[in-house]
């Protein structure tokens, strides 16, 4: 079972079809089932004294610390820095005494994401590791880990690690929120309701997966795609961009929604495909008028939404899927198994080898 493909074509494939399962093992890790509360391990620094928190990874691990630090800035009110490892060793940026670091990664051995872990340790910093491989490096360094209860994870392109990182960074900010006194227990029990009900929206979308098919034939034809969301979604728009360009070698940007009109806009044409991550909830209409700004110029809009999403999207949108409608905490993790399905689908119309895409290796362990 560890290196067999099942019934699938690629273990990516298969490794798309494990999000349920991972999910929920992995929430089950940090979340007590009979009081439905969020229980985690006791962290190595004192949530509720942090004075602020560094958040450093490599690749799609870098995306899920981008969306960790929305999360923990949104309900936690640490103020978070995220940055990826490579830029952030030789950047000796300020830190603050009784300052906290989280290291994301699937592998737990890339070489710029140990060396900043190292770093934060000679300097002071309290650190925990987010990590699928118990094991490894940066689990045996960091002052504590979290594990990712992922499994082996063989295609080159992670895929259930980088959700299963997003969910253990969830249950994190739930848990220091409560630590702080930011999260009250109506809150509380909301976002922990969210969670909970992720890994059975993830069969769903699994299901979903004719659709995102029909929308990779029109994908695979493009020149460029762009990406936009707002808010934890743009991480999640930069993780869509970077699975496309990892395995189906389509370019691809992931960009702020707002920050469209500033740069890529003036790509906009019918050979660039914009794919909106727009659920709805607080920030859906202003994506929704960005991508009516795209929609003028003559872009092929084709969203990701749900169901109070869908009807203002149909107006001027080329496609639309329909994802299930959850509280906007739990949105990037589930916007996040779509994406990673078209890259999928258009990397398998472009025949490419999808396990193995060219030029890349699933741990960079030297700089
Ligand atoms: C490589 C892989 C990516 C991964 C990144 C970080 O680039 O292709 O999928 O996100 O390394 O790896 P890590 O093991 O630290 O998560």
């Known amino acids: 079972a560890l ?10 494939e ?10 929920g093992d992995t929430l089950r890790q940090y979340l007590e089932p009979s009081s439905r509360s969020v229980a985690l391990p006791e962290l190595p620094f ?9 958040i450093s990874a490599c690749g799609s691990a870098f995306l899920a610390g981008q969306v960790g630090k929305y999360w923990i800035e949104q309900y936690a009110r640490v103020p978070v820095e995220a940055d990826v490892a ?29 060396a900043a872990l190292k770093l934060l340790k000679e300097r ?26 992922a499994g082996p994870e063989i295609g080159v392109a992670s895929t259930k690690a980088f959700t299963a990182q997003l969910m253990v960074l969830a249950c994190l900010a739930l848990g220091m929120g409560r630590a702080r006194g930011t999260i009250d227990d109506a809150t509380a029990a909301t976002l922990t309701a969210a969670l909970l009900e992720v890994p059975e929206h993830a069969a769903e979308i699994l299901e979903r997966d004719q659709e995102i098919q029909a929308l990779a034939v029109e994908v695979a034809k493009a020149r460029d795609v762009l990406f936009l969301g707002r808010g934890a979604l743009f991480p999640i728009a930069m993780e869509g961009a970077l699975k496309l360009k990892e395995i189906s ?13 500033h740069g890529p806009i003036a790509l906009i044409d019918q050979a660039v495909p914009v794919i909106a991550l727009a659920p709805s909830g607080p920030l859906f209409e202003k994506t929704v008028s960005n991508l ?11 969203a990701f939404t749900d169901a109070i999403g869908a009807p203002v999207l149909r107006g ?12 906007a905490f739990a949105a990037p993790i589930l916007h996040a198994i779509p994406v990673q399905l078209l890259a999928y689908h258009v990397a398998v119309l472009k025949g490419t080898d999808v396990d193995q895409p060219r030029n890349l290796a699933k741990s960079v362990t030297v700089e």
């Open 86 to 114: 490579s830029e952030w060793r030789y950047r000796d940026p300020p830190l603050p005494k009784g300052g906290a670091a989280i290291l994301v990664s699937q592998s737990g051995e890339t070489a710029d994401t140990l």
């Open 124 to 149: 002071g910093q309290t650190t925990l590791s987010v990590v699928n491989v118990p094991e490894s490096s940066m689990a045996r360094l960091a002052d504590a880990a979290l594990l990712t209860v």
């Open 14 to 23: 298969k490794e798309l079809h494990e999000h349920p399962a991972v999910l």
């Open 3 to 12: 290196t067999g493909k099942g019934n699938h074509r690629h273990f990516m």
């Open 292 to 302: 009516q700004e795209a929609a003028a110029r003559g872009g092929r809009i084709m």
């Open 249 to 261: 070698y389509i370019h691809a940007e992931g960009y702020a929604a707002g920050e469209m009109k």
């Open 46 to 54: 004192d949530a509720a004294a942090i004075p602020s928190l560094t």
């Open 316 to 327: 001027f949108a080329e496609h639309v899927v329909e994802l299930p409608v959850v509280d």
